[in-house]
């Protein structure tokens, strides 16, 4: 199955704030971000859309010619739980060092890891194969398209947060078994 994940455009929240599942605005250059997305993904067909229930990522799938797209919320960012809409730099919780050493495993306070992320997505997608989809869309953000390809091998765990696509990115990809 190819799968064609496409990320969020920018978003209107200050650099180095913490947004994760947060239903955040985007910012005022939407239009010409969207009309760029909406460009790439031209004369693709595609059996089914999916999309991200938060805002950022369904304003997007309406933009790209599909407001039907199924929302699933097994697509959202990751939950940062206490940390949400808070700056990095102003955290205090010692957690947050402990999920620097090591994100994949440590939860976020009152929130998940990028395991439990991952889960979620392995679960999306093992449901996705059960289907007679052949070309499938999925409107999302910067982690699940980073899970994708973690799931599909294209990166490692330590490759990660340097393989993080640009806002309005899109990452192709073809799905076997998990």
């Known amino acids: 199955m190819k799968l064609t994940l496409v990320r969020h ?11 994760g599942q947060s239903d955040v605005g985007l910012r005022s250059s939407f239009p010409e971000e969207a009309a760029k997305v909406k460009a790439a993904l031209d004369g693709r067909l595609f059996d089914k859309v999916f999309t991200s229930p938060l805002s950022r990522c369904t304003r997007l ?37 402990e999920w620097y050493a090591d994100y994949f495993n440590v939860r976020a306070t009152g929130g998940e890891s990028f395991a439990d992320q991952n889960l979620r997505l392995k ?33 490692t765990p330590e490759q990660a947060f340097d393989s993080l696509p640009p806002y309005g990115g899109i990452v192709e990809l073809e799905l076997g078994s998990i």
């Open 61 to 97: 799938a309406e933009a790209c010619g599909y407001p039907d797209a199924v929302r699933d919320d097994r697509l959202k960012e990751l939950d940062f739980g206490e940390w949400e809409m808070r700056c990095y730099d102003e955290i205090t919780d010692p957690r947050l060092q």
């Open 9 to 19: 455009t920018s978003v209107d929240v200050p650099r180095g704030v913490c947004y």
């Open 123 to 155: 679960s999306f997608l093992n449901d996705l194969l059960k289907k007679p989809y052949d070309n499938v869309a999925i409107f999302a953000h910067g982690g699940i398209l980073l899970q994708a390809m973690l799931i599909s091998g294209i990166i």
